[in-house]
């Protein structure tokens, strides 16, 4: 069960949201490698068609990288330095971070976009933040 709902957290990831997604500064939300998988296995079956002489497709789309920052504010403007469009945030990470995870709806400036346990899943908690940098007032 939990295999499976990683696959479709990363497919999420992958697929239906476009840009820099910022994990957490502590630890990861999940295993970096199933975004992996999922970018080389999309569309499905593409693994088994991929040749070297390709371009190197984790290296194109959306990519993850560490948010940096020790406050909610710095966090942001550490994103839009990096031009992220995303935060994932999960119910093991430590404050500013868990705050949010527990009250999201108290930033006008991040809007949840994707609840893992909203979707059914048991195994994995995280939430997906899209950021929106005109509402956001450091």
Same mark, same amino acid.
């Given at each position: ?6 696959? *479709?957290? $990363?497919? @999420?990831?992958?697929? /239906? ?7 957490? #500064? ?8 199933? @975004?992996?998988?999922?970018?080389? /296995? ?5 693994? +088994? !068609?991929?040749?070297?002489?390709? #371009?190197?497709?984790? *290296? ?18 550490? $994103?839009?330095?990096?031009? $992220? !469009? ?5 119910? +093991?990470?430590?404050? #500013?971070? +868990?705050?949010?995870?527990?009250? /999201?709806?108290?930033? *006008? ?5 994707? /609840?893992? !346990? ?17 509402? @956001?007032? #450091?």
């Amino acid at each position: 069960v939990e295999e499976y709902e990683k696959m *479709e957290f $990363a497919n @999420f990831l992958v697929n /239906d949201i476009d840009g820099l997604i910022l994990d957490s #500064p502590s630890h990861r939300t999940f295993n970096h490698g199933y @975004f992996t998988l999922e970018k080389l /296995d999309n569309p499905l079956e593409n693994f +088994k !068609k991929y040749k070297m002489s390709q #371009p190197f497709v984790t *290296e194109s789309g959306n990519k993850l990288s560490s948010m940096k920052g020790t406050t909610l504010n710095e966090i942001i403007l550490d $994103a839009k330095m990096q031009n $992220a !469009k995303y935060l994932l945030v999960d119910n +093991k990470d430590m404050e #500013p971070l +868990k705050e949010l995870y527990e009250n /999201d709806n108290s930033y *006008e400036y991040l809007i949840k976009i994707y /609840d893992t !346990k909203e979707q059914g899943m048991e195994r994995i908690t995280i939430k997906v933040f899209e950021i929106n940098y005109d509402k @956001f007032i #450091p």
